[in-house]
């Protein structure tokens, strides 16, 4: 009879004790994954603030939620990935991936012209896992900065070129007073210009950036007769006829009172740039049914129809013949904003009836 000795079964059985538990953890694994993946996470990927893609190999995939489906303009659930375009580049990125195991693969992709999404791919166990981030509205938002960089940059060079060159003129010996006296008028009204400007641009990016102030009670009468005080002379003196009808008890409102003078005083100044001499420019106060309307009315020449969608745009100007930065309704559109307010626009440039009416609601304190 052969004899085994100890140190051999006591070998002998420790394999098979690792062996046992290396299959358990294998067995366990496969069960908890199945598990996870096929059941209980379906209902989580549903409602997940993200789009979720599984991909099961770089061409197919067995889930998506309804945000992915949105983004991706996915026809089913599961299928096959579109060939080209940016099913080109997820299967990219499934192999790489799956390469470089523990790396999520990340990128930018423009899904259509007006879609774009921002991915991350992490490979488990030969699946992958697709996070999805709407990235549109960022796009826009870079796309429309950019075309404001752009166009103020053109404002800003403006009234710089006529002000270096006029400066050139002033430096000539020969220059004759009257040009002297016009080269100086014409510096000084530019280097206003651009000092508005940026003035304004400050203003606007104060209220963009400034946390949300605490709001009080605000008697609007009060406060709307302080503005007309500041441009009651301006007006004077291009003869037009400025009043404030307010209806008897309003309620206070809520807001910030410095910045709803700025929004007022805005209003009417663009109504007294604006306006023709004999004009009449009418601010109105009254109750309403969630708070206090504010309506600007003026009998000027109103703004032709083309140029109402446009008006709150920065740097927009209808007309180039009037002073001013193109800043002056976009800070009112801002300052409402704040207030819960909406800002709404009515002209009309022609017939017998024109002018322009601006109106708000503002919420009661």
Not at 26 to 48: M, N, S
């Amino acid at each position: 009879m052969m004899v085994i000795p100890l140190k051999v079964l006591i070998f002998c059985a420790v394999l098979v004790l690792i062996g046992s538990v290396l299959l358990a953890v294998y067995v366990d694994r496969r069960r908890r994954r199945k598990y996870l993946l096929a059941v209980p996470l379906v209902p989580v990927f549903e409602g997940a603030p993200v789009g979720v893609l599984v991909l099961d190999s770089p061409t197919t995939y067995h889930h998506v939620n309804a945000l992915a489906c949105t983004l991706l303009a996915l026809p089913e659930r599961c299928g096959t990935l579109p060939s080209g375009g940016w099913g080109d580049l997820l299967r990219a990125d499934f192999i790489q991936a799956t390469q470089q195991a523990g790396q999520a693969q990340q990128r930018l992709v423009n899904v259509t012209a007006e879609q774009r999404v921002r991915w991350s791919v992490s490979v488990v166990e030969g699946e992958a896992i697709v996070l999805l981030a709407d990235a549109s509205q960022a796009g826009k938002i870079e796309r429309a900065s950019r075309l404001f960089l752009s166009e103020l940059a053109h404002e800003i060079q403006t009234p710089l070129t006529a002000i270096v060159a006029h400066a050139g003129v002033l430096r000539s010996p020969e220059t004759p007073p009257d040009t002297r006296e016009v080269s100086i008028n014409l510096i000084e009204r530019e280097a206003y210009r651009a000092s508005r400007l940026a003035r304004d641009l400050l203003e606007l990016s104060r209220l963009e950036s400034a946390s949300d102030e605490v709001h009080k009670p605000i008697d609007l009468v009060v406060l709307v007769e302080e503005v007309v005080a500041q441009v009651i002379l301006a007006a004077e003196d291009k003869q037009l006829e400025l009043s404030l009808q307010a209806e008897a008890n309003l309620p206070h409102i809520s807001g910030h009172a410095d910045q709803l003078q700025r929004a007022f005083l805005n209003l009417l100044d663009n109504s007294v740039k604006y306006c023709q001499p004999g004009d009449r420019i009418d601010v109105i106060l009254h109750r309403a049914a969630n708070g206090v309307s504010c309506a600007v009315h003026d009998s000027g020449p109103g703004i032709p129809a083309q140029h109402l969608p446009h008006l709150t745009q920065r740097l927009y100007r209808g007309r180039t013949d009037v002073e001013g930065s193109g800043l002056g309704l976009s800070i009112v559109e801002e300052v409402l904003r704040r207030h819960q307010a909406q800002l709404k626009i009515e002209s009309r440039s022609t017939g017998d009836h024109t002018g322009t009416r601006v109106q708000f609601v503002l919420p009661l304190a």
